[in-house]
Every structure is written in structure tokens, then in C-alpha cells.
């Protein structure tokens, strides 16, 4: 099966990417963007998921000569009207930590009914000088009022995912890699990426 570039930086996604591959396509070889001394990142300035997602893996095809894979994700909260969506990465612009932070004080009094949320990705594949396949995946659940767990990453000490009452952190891999965002997108991307076999 032909090599894909993974096209992130963000270390968490990389675990998950790889994990939920191992289950879904073993056979699937990938390779860090960071082993081309070319690669640059790429700006998202995109107003959604699917512009963001398609953006860098079309970069990282151009550059490397392989096919890539990306994903562009956020969390989408109710009570604030779906922010900090497209720019949950970016949210406090100080990192994960502050952004829970951030998200925990912008939620003050907001009760438990109304903590409603969804996780979304948006997955993108791209061939060489070919064209970009997308898909999409969605897990709702709603927001705490601590943070707690350690397993995961960005905003997971917070989701508490619909019919459990714990969050993603608390719940851990096998939990979350059975219902989450990313593993529906992934799953539905999949025929894609057997093609390129
Ligand atoms: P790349 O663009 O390099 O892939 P990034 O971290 O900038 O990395 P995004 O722009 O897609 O990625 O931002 C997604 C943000 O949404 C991420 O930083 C987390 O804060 C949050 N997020 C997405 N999926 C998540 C998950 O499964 N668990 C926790 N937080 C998640």
C-alpha cells in the first residue's frame, strides 16, 4: 500500500489518526510531513472545516509527491451560538489548557441542560496533481462544569459525549475511538484510501 503523508502538527490527532487506522486499514503506511525540509505550515484561513481540511492536504501532496491526509476539527458549542468552531485551536491562542479555561468561564451559569456541544472533523485525501476526497464526522455530548480525565487531548476533559457521564479524558482510547468525530470521518474516507492501493 502506497506511503500517505499525515498532514498535522498537532501530536493528539496523530495518535488517534494512527490508532484508528491500525483497527480500520493495518496495511496503511504513514509518514510525517516534517520529514520534508520543504513543508511549510499552512495558514487556515479558511471559514470552514472542509476549506481548512482541503487546504493542507493539498499542500502536503504538492510538496511531498504523495498522497496526503488532513483533518481540520473544533468543537461546536451551543450555548455560544457554535463557537469557537473552525477556530477552536485557536481560541484563546494560548494553548489547550487556556482554551478549557477559557471555554469553562465563558460557560459560568449556563446549567447543565444547556451545555450541549458537537465535536466535528472534516477528513481530506489528496493525490499528487489529482483531485481531494472529503469526509465528514460528528459526536455530540455536552460540556462540564470541571475539567477532568487525562487521557486525549484539547477540549476531551471537558466533552462528556451523549449517554455517558463522563468526559473523553475520563473515558479513555478505546471509548472515544468507538464513537468519536475523527473515527467517523475516517471510517468514512476509508474507501478512498484503499484506492490508492
Ligand atoms: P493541524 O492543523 O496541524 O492538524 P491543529 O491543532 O491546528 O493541528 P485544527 O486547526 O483542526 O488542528 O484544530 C482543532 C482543535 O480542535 C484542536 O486544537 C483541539 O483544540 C480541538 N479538537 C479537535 N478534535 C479534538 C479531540 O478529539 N479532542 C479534543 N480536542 C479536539
Do not use: W
Request: glycine letters at 12%; charged letters at 30%; hydrophobic letters at 40%.
Amino acid at each position: 500500500m502506497a506511503e500517505i503523508v499525515l498532514a498535522t502538527r498537532n501530536q493528539g490527532k496523530v495518535r488517534e489518526v494512527k490508532r484508528i487506522f491500525r483497527k480500520l486499514l493495518p496495511a496503511a503506511r504513514f509518514v510525517s510531513l516534517a520529514g520534508f525540509p520543504k513543508a511549510r505550515e499552512v495558514r487556515e484561513t479558511g471559514n470552514t472545516l472542509e476549506e481548512n481540511a482541503g487546504k493542507k492536504a493539498r499542500y502536503a501532496a504538492g510538496v511531498s509527491g504523495l498522497p496526503a491526509l488532513a483533518e481540520d476539527s473544533g468543537i461546536f458549542v451551543d450555548a455560544l451560538g457554535g463557537r469557537p468552531g473552525v477556530k477552536s485551536s485557536r481560541y484563546s491562542s494560548k494553548g489547550d489548557a487556556a482554551n478549557n479555561k477559557k471555554m469553562l468561564h465563558e460557560l459560568r451559569g449556563v446549567p447543565a441542560g444547556k451545555r450541549g456541544a458537537a465535536y466535528k472533523c472534516v477528513a481530506a485525501l489528496a493525490v499528487p496533481g489529482g483531485r481531494v476526497f472529503f469526509a465528514r464526522g460528528e459526536c455530540r455530548g455536552k460540556i462540564g462544569f470541571v475539567e477532568k480525565g487525562k487521557n486525549g487531548f484539547g477540549y476531551d476533559p471537558l466533552f462528556i459525549p451523549a449517554g455517558f457521564a463522563k468526559t473523553f479524558a475520563e473515558l479513555g482510547p478505546r471509548v472515544k475511538d468507538g464513537m468519536s468525530h475523527r473515527k467517523r470521518a475516517l471510517k468514512r474516507i476509508l474507501p478512498a484510501v484503499k484506492r490508492l492501493a
